[in-house]
Each structure stands twice: as structure tokens, then as C-alpha cells.
């Protein structure tokens, strides 16, 4: 009796001893297989290839006068259904956005203002077939004010741009659009559109000054050819930016966001219309459109009170420097590019001992070899002009980019304008 039970256990141990070795065994298998390695993050080239099949041709909306990338802005709206679907959406030469009306509310009227005073030789307007505006009203004014019947068109439910000649053609600054009934719930317009010719120079503009962007309170101020300021929105949004000429190119940050602003205005100054992007100017991260009315200033004017460049360069491994300005020969403008050579300088300084490079790039021209003569001149001119002034540049690689390796893929004017330009990166950080 004794014996079984000795044998009983020795089995018993035997059986527990076998089994902790199983279980060892498979710990040890399982501990000896490798964790699958973290995914690096996505290089410029495959964020872009992620969607840039999806790229809508707009070679129609670039000339289109009424493009923000022009310059063109709105001037006043009576509603829409969001700010994701706002006017700005009708001339952001995007032929993925649309402006549409609240539901059952179809009497709407737009107010843009053009770049530049122009001579208009079509009008007409482009819709999504679903939701389709029926009758259109345009009007054109040279001040603002006073505006005179230009056309009146019915849209078929159809896709792409749908003209109507003006004849004979017409002078005008400012356009006004009336929809006036539908076919379905919504009124949908995805661009409304403006073919002729600037016959003058875009006037002088200042975004200098108080602003209520979206009824939230904003200064901004110019000065050495850059701008920058503040936006209220809950946090403070800190910008640094410059004007191109046509529309005022922003950087960002607001706690931890970084993006990109441009802000088009109308000739008279009062009103201002401005795309908002987090990160980069990409399609698939555009936020909601920014309305401002220029205020009067009961506050003194902003300081700056976050590096913005600095932040948005470690943040985002590089950075826009979008206050240089450069004549139509490519050539750089000390005199209006001031504040951007002592931005640059400082960063070059604050980065140390960690190389950086400066890139020159373009994208809005008719083909790469151009683009790449643009970025080729603009980047020696500032290599030249930083020499010049003796700033340190031992530690900085030049490259002229033209159109290669851009951020991300581009569907409108506006987004080769933001990502046209020089910026500044750290190598080996990508």
C-alpha cells in the first residue's frame, strides 16, 4: 500500500516537473520571439503616393481669377450650411470643396473681390449634380458699393465649369452671386468662376491691425517684409508669416498643433479669408475656413511670446520661412526681407552645433525645368545676400529643389503656393 502511494507521487511529481518544463519551454519560444519592429514614420515621398492618385486636374481653376492664390477673397457671405462648407470653398481652386447653402434655404449671396481690377470675358460656375444650384445671378462692381447685373444663368445638373460669354466684356474688382432656387435641398457650388485678364496691379494691402477672426479676437503686424501676431481661439494661435505678393503666408502653433495660414484679402483692407491647414498643406488635413473683419485696436500690439519657428522646425523636422520677398527677376529684396534674414540667421545659430539645409522650392510654374530655374535663382540670391551681411554659413547645405520632393500632394493653386518658397530643415531627422 505504502509502495503505490510512494509510486503514485513520484508520478504525480514527475507529471507537475514535465509539465513546468512544457510551460518553460513555451515561455522561453515565446520570449525568443521578437517583437515586430515599429514601423518608421512615412517618408515625404509615401505621404504623398498615399493620395495622390486622388488629385483632382485643376489646370481649368488656375485661371480662374477668382482664386485665393490670386489674391481673391471674400468680401461677405448671407450663410452656409458650415464653415467646411464655406464661400471660401467657391474660390479655393479646390474642385474637391464646395460651398453649399443651409437646407431648405437656397437664396444665398456671395461677395468676392478680385486680386487685381480685371477685364471679365466669362462668368459662370461649376456644381455637384446631387445637390446643383439652378439660377444664378452675377453682379460686378469696380468699388464695392454699387454693382451692376452682369448675368444670369441657369447651371445644368452636370459636372465641371458651365461659362456664359460676357459681351461685351466688363471692368471689374468685386463679383457678386446670387443663387436663387434649386433642385434639390442644398445648393451646392463648387467654384464660381471668372475668365480675362488683370488690366492693373493688385493693390496695396496691410494686414496690419486688430481683427475679429470667426468673432474671435486677432492682431497681427508687419514690419522687414514678415508678419506676425496672435489669434484668439481659446489657446492663442502664435503666426509668423510674410506676404507674397498676392496672399499672406502663415506658420502656426498652438499648444501642441503646428500648420500652415494663408489669408487673401479685398482691396478696401476690412476684410479678410484665410485657409487653415494642421501640419502641412495638405488636402486631407484643411480645417475650417477663417472670416476676419478688421477691428479697431483697444490693445497694444502683440509681442511675441512663442518661437514659432523654432517650435514648428523641432516639431516638424522643418520649417517655412515665408517672409522673403523676391522681384520678378528671382532676385531676393533685402529691404522688404529684413526680419526673415534675422530670423534665419538666429535659427542657423540657435540649431547649432546640428548642420541645416535651405531649400528652394517652386511649384507653380509650366513645367519642372522653369521651376527648377526659379528655385535655382532665388537660392543663390540669398546665399549671396547672407555672405553679404556675414552671416555664418558654414554650417548650412543650399539645395534648389524646383518641384521635387515636396511635402504632400496638391490639389489647388494655394497649395503650391504654401509649399513654394524657402524653407529651412535639419538633415538626418526625417
Known amino acids: 500500500m505504502r509502495q503505490r502511494t510512494a509510486d503514485s507521487g513520484q508520478r504525480a511529481t514527475a507529471f507537475l516537473v514535465s ?15 521578437k517583437e515586430p519592429p515599429v514601423p518608421p514614420p512615412p517618408t515625404p515621398d509615401q505621404i504623398r503616393a498615399a493620395h495622390i492618385a486622388e488629385a483632382p486636374d485643376d489646370s481649368a481653376e488656375r485661371k480662374n481669377l477668382l482664386n485665393i492664390a490670386r489674391g481673391a477673397a471674400v468680401v461677405s457671405r448671407t450663410a452656409e450650411v458650415t464653415l467646411e462648407n464655406s464661400a471660401l470653398r467657391a474660390i479655393d481652386g479646390d474642385l474637391r470643396s464646395d460651398w453649399m447653402s443651409p437646407p431648405g434655404d437656397p437664396v444665398q449671396t456671395l461677395t468676392f473681390s478680385l486680386g487685381a481690377r480685371s477685364r471679365i470675358d466669362e462668368i459662370g460656375a461649376s456644381s455637384a449634380p446631387p445637390a446643383s444650384a439652378k439660377n444664378i445671378r452675377y453682379e460686378s462692381s469696380l468699388d464695392g458699393k454699387t454693382f451692376t447685373p452682369l448675368a444670369t444663368q441657369t447651371l445644368n445638373q452636370a459636372w465641371g465649369d458651365q461659362l456664359i460669354a460676357v ?7 468685386y463679383i457678386r452671386v446670387s443663387t436663387l432656387d434649386r433642385y434639390h435641398t442644398f445648393v451646392d457650388l463648387r467654384s464660381v468662376v471668372a475668365h480675362g485678364a488683370e488690366v492693373a496691379p493688385p493693390q496695396p494691402r496691410s494686414i496690419s491691425g486688430c481683427w475679429s477672426i470667426n468673432t474671435f479676437p486677432a492682431a497681427i503686424v508687419e514690419g522687414g517684409g514678415s508678419a506676425y501676431g496672435w489669434f484668439d481661439q481659446g489657446e492663442r494661435m502664435w503666426l509668423n508669416g510674410g506676404f507674397d505678393g498676392r ?11 503646428i500648420g500652415l495660414i494663408a489669408f487673401s484679402m479685398s482691396p478696401d483692407n476690412k476684410h479678410m479669408s484665410g485657409l487653415k491647414w494642421f501640419e502641412d498643406a495638405d ?5 475650417d475656413s477663417l472670416f476676419g473683419e478688421r477691428q479697431k ?8 511670446e512663442v518661437d514659432v519657428l523654432r517650435t514648428f522646425l523641432e516639431r516638424h523636422l522643418w520649417a517655412p520661412l515665408y517672409g522673403f520677398r523676391f522681384d520678378d527677376s528671382n532676385q531676393l529684396v533685402p ?7 534675422r530670423e534665419l540667421a538666429r535659427l542657423i545659430r540657435d540649431v547649432a552645433p546640428r548642420p541645416v539645409r535651405l531649400v528652394s522650392r517652386e511649384l507653380r510654374g509650366a513645367d519642372a525645368k522653369s521651376d527648377l530655374a526659379v528655385s535655382r535663382a532665388r537660392i543663390e540670391s540669398l546665399r549671396a545676400e547672407l555672405q553679404r551681411q556675414k552671416i555664418d554659413v558654414s554650417r548650412v547645405t543650399f539645395v534648389a529643389a524646383g518641384r521635387e520632393n515636396y511635402h504632400t500632394a496638391v490639389w489647388s493653386e494655394i497649395m503650391r503656393t504654401m509649399q513654394s518658397g524657402i524653407e529651412m530643415d535639419i538633415p538626418g531627422r526625417r
Do not use: M, N, Y
Open 19 to 33: 509539465a513546468v518544463c512544457c510551460l518553460l519551454s513555451a515561455v522561453s519560444i515565446a520570449c525568443s520571439k
Open 335 to 341: 529691404a522688404q526681407s529684413t526680419f526673415a534674414i
Open 283 to 287: 488636402p486631407k488635413k484643411l480645417s
Open 297 to 304: 485696436c483697444t490693445i497694444p500690439p502683440p509681442k511675441f
Open 167 to 173: 459681351r461685351p466684356p466688363v471692368e471689374a474688382s
Open 247 to 257: 496672399v499672406w503666408r502663415f506658420v502656426f502653433t498652438r499648444g501642441p498643433q
